[in-house]
C-alpha cells in the first residue's frame, strides 16, 4: 500500500524552465512533507518541506505548494539548470512515526 | 563533521551468505535509521533506533537484524541473504524523531545477491 503517490517517474526540462513534481497522499494524520534530493550515487538530503498550516513555502528558485483540502503537494523548480538534474523524492510523515517517501522522479534539466 | 558514513560502498553475496552492513554517524543524533531502496520504490524503512539499546522494526524488516550498542553505531545484519534482498541500502540519522526534524542520509551500500 503505497500512501504517497508521485509522478511523473521522469521529466525532462529545457534549462530555464519550470519544473513541477507532484505528489499525492492518502493519510490526514500526516503533518510533514519534505521534499529530498538525490544525485547519482549518493545518499538523499533534504530540499525544502512545509507543514499543512501553510499553503506555500518558497527557498530560492524552489517552491512547494500545498493543497491539504485535495491531499497534494507539489515541487516547483524555476528556472532549472543542468545542475537541478537529479532524482527527488516527496515524503510524508507523522510526528514520531515513519516517514513515507514517494516512488521518486528523475529530472533531467537540457543545456 | 564527517556525517554518516556507511561501509562497505559495494557488495555481491550468494544465496545463503550473511553479511553486516556498517553505519557510523558522527553528529551525535539520537535517532539513526536503516532504508532500502528499490527502483522505482522510493525508501522503505527497515529498522530504526531511538538511541544506544533501543531498536525498533519498520515497514520491511524481515530478514533483517540490528543492534546499536553504542550512539555512534547502527550496524544492518542480512542472514541467509536472498535475491529479494538485492537493493541500495541506506543509513541515516537525526537529532530527534518528532516530525520536522532533518534526516541525514549515509552515501549508501549496493548490495547484489546472486
Known amino acids: 500500500q503505497q500512501q504517497v503517490k508521485q509522478s511523473p517517474q521522469s521529466l525532462i526540462v529545457q534549462k530555464g524552465g519550470i519544473s513541477i513534481i507532484n505528489c499525492a497522499y492518502e493519510n490526514t494524520a500526516f503533518d510533514y512533507f519534505p521534499w529530498y534530493q538525490q544525485f547519482p550515487g549518493k545518499g538523499p538530503a533534504l530540499l525544502i518541506a512545509?507543514?499543512?498550516?501553510?499553503s506555500e513555502k518558497k527557498e530560492g528558485r524552489f517552491t512547494i505548494s500545498f493543497n491539504k483540502s485535495a491531499k497534494q503537494f507539489s515541487l516547483h523548480i524555476m528556472d532549472s539548470q543542468p545542475g537541478d538534474s537529479a532524482t527527488y523524492f516527496c515524503?510524508?510523515?507523522?510526528?514520531?512515526?515513519?516517514?513515507?517517501f514517494g516512488a521518486g522522479t528523475r529530472l533531467t534539466v537540457k543545456p | 563533521n564527517a556525517g554518516v558514513t556507511q561501509t562497505p560502498k559495494f557488495r555481491i553475496l550468494k544465496i545463503g551468505q550473511s553479511m553486516t552492513l556498517q553505519c557510523t554517524q558522527d553528529?551525535?543524533?539520537?535517532?539513526m535509521y536503516w532504508y532500502r531502496q528499490d527502483p522505482g520504490m522510493g525508501l522503505k524503512l527497515i529498522y530504526y533506533s531511538v538511541g544506544a539499546g533501543i531498536t525498533d522494526k519498520g515497514e520491511v524488516p524481515n530478514g533483517y537484524n540490528v543492534s546499536r550498542s553504542t550512539t555512534e553505531d547502527f550496524p544492518l545484519r542480512l542472514e541467509l541473504a536472498a535475491p529479494s534482498q538485492t537493493s541500495v541500502y541506506f543509513c541515516?540519522?537525526?537529532?530527534?524523531?518528532?516530525?520536522?526534524?532533518?534526516?541525514?542520509f549515509g552515501p549508501g551500500t549496493r548490495l547484489t545477491v546472486l
Open positions: 515524503a510524508a510523515s507523522i510526528k514520531n512515526n515513519d516517514m513515507r
Open positions: 553528529m551525535n543524533h539520537n535517532y
Open positions: 512545509i507543514r499543512p498550516d501553510v
Open positions: 541515516a540519522s537525526s537529532y530527534s524523531r518528532t516530525g520536522g526534524d532533518t534526516q541525514y
